[in-house]
Structures are given as structure tokens and as C-alpha cells.
């Protein structure tokens, strides 16, 4: 029987790079299947992961229509197995209804992955909805480490070095490495924006790697390495 599967973690625990090696794994075994994906670090149409495998893919808009898209494929004659759709937590609710739709009437494999909550803490509408539905919801079993070497649960986002909890939901960007400036995302903005993986005591207190090394807690990012 077909299956919607939820694969979730927080930012830079692998779950592009897993996206992409399911559809090969898949793939090498004659499956034919379609990709997607939306606000990929890499732009439009790209599932890109930060080892450095890219893949063109289908950009899910906030009207795209997966129920459509796939019966006007199948109607057309093209096979399609499975569905790979990466950033899911992007997709609205009614996206991930369409895709239940898909599994459960045409018997079509659906492998999801996202972030399950934003840099607010709060679940993202697409990420709700597969929790909802979701055949299965797996977390990925590679671990994002905070600063302080625990297990990261939270993805924060900082504005010129410091943490904010208010702001647009999607801004695009990546995962700075914690000895590293931020990167300006846009280059006509006003502020550099970045992100940075917390455990859920940090970010609750706001204690990003750069401050803690301001304050002295911890003279290295992973004071065990």
C-alpha cells in the first residue's frame, strides 16, 4: 500500500541530502518518480543539499496543485510512483490534503521533508498538516548539535548577530557556521540575516554561539571537541 511519510529535523540535519538519495535509491531501482520542492537555498526549482548534490525539481507555488498535476501526468501516459517533495513545511495545508489525496486514491508513494517549526518556535502550517496525516513521521536520526554540543531542536534566526523571535515567517537562508560572520542573504538588505541550530534551553534563553563566546561560557563552539 502507498504511504505519506513525514521526514522532519531541524535545519543541517540532512534532510535534503536524504530527499535526494531517496529518489535515487528509488530511481536505480526502474521506479519513476517526480520531485519538488520550494524556497530551496540553491533558488527556484533546485533541492539542494550542503554536501553538494543539486537536482532540478518542480517549484511548488502557493496555487500549485498536486491532485491536478499529477492526474494531468498520469492522463498524458507518464508513470510516476512516487513523489519526493523537500521543504514541505512551505507547502500549505490544502497542498498536503492534495497529497494524502494522491497516496490514498491513486496509490502513489509520497516522501515528505521539512522543518517542523519555524525560528518563532511555532509549527509550520504544512508541517502540522503531515503531522496530522502523515502515515508515518519519522525524525532523522542525524543529530544538528547546538553550540553546546547537545542535540538541536530549535532553528534560530539572528539579525546582525542577534537572535530575533519576530519577523516574515520565509526568509531564504542557511545555516552559518558558528565561527563564521553572518551571511547577508540580500544583498539590498538592511541587516544580515542568518540561522543557526539551538537545543531548546539556548534558544529560549537566546544564547547564540556568538554570544556566548561574547559572555565567555564557552571559548569554542563545541567546547568537546
Excluded at 494524502?100 to 509520497?110: C, P, R, S, W
Excluded at 525560528?119 to 525524525?139: K, N, W
Aim: net charge negative; hydrophobic share 40%; charged share 25%.
Amino acid at each position: 500500500m502507498a504511504e505519506l511519510i513525514f521526514r522532519t529535523g531541524t535545519m543541517d540535519a540532512g534532510k535534503s541530502t536524504l530527499a535526494l538519495q531517496t529518489n535515487h535509491n528509488h530511481a536505480t531501482r526502474g521506479r519513476r518518480g517526480r520531485l519538488f520542492t520550494s524556497h530551496d537555498r540553491a533558488g527556484t526549482a533546485m533541492v539542494s543539499s550542503r554536501l553538494g548534490l543539486v537536482a532540478e525539481a518542480e517549484e511548488v507555488a502557493p496555487d500549485f496543485d498536486f491532485w491536478r498535476y499529477t492526474v494531468d501526468a498520469l492522463t498524458r501516459g507518464a508513470r510516476i510512483d512516487y513523489l519526493i517533495c523537500d521543504e514541505a513545511q512551505f507547502y500549505t495545508s490544502e497542498q498536503i490534503d492534495q497529497l494524502a489525496k494522491v497516496v490514498d486514491e491513486l496509490q502513489i508513494d509520497v516522501f515528505c521533508f521539512g522543518i517542523l517549526t519555524d525560528f518563532r518556535t511555532r509549527l509550520f502550517p504544512g508541517s502540522a498538516r503531515l503531522v496530522e496525516l502523515a502515515d508515518r513521521t519519522e525524525v532523522l536520526q542525524v543529530e544538528a548539535l547546538c553550540w553546546c554540543g547537545k542535540r538541536a531542536t530549535h532553528n534560530a534566526r539572528t539579525e546582525d548577530g542577534v537572535m530575533v523571535t519576530e519577523g516574515e515567517v520565509i526568509v531564504v537562508g542557511d545555516v552559518d557556521p558558528a565561527d563564521h560572520p553572518p551571511a547577508r542573504i540580500d544583498e539590498m538588505a538592511e541587516v544580515d540575516v542568518a540561522y543557526e541550530v539551538l537545543c531548546r534551553q539556548h534558544h529560549r534563553r537566546g544564547m547564540t554561539a556568538a554570544r556566548a563566546r561574547a559572555v565567555s561560557l564557552s571559548p569554542e563552539p563545541l567546547p568537546f571537541v
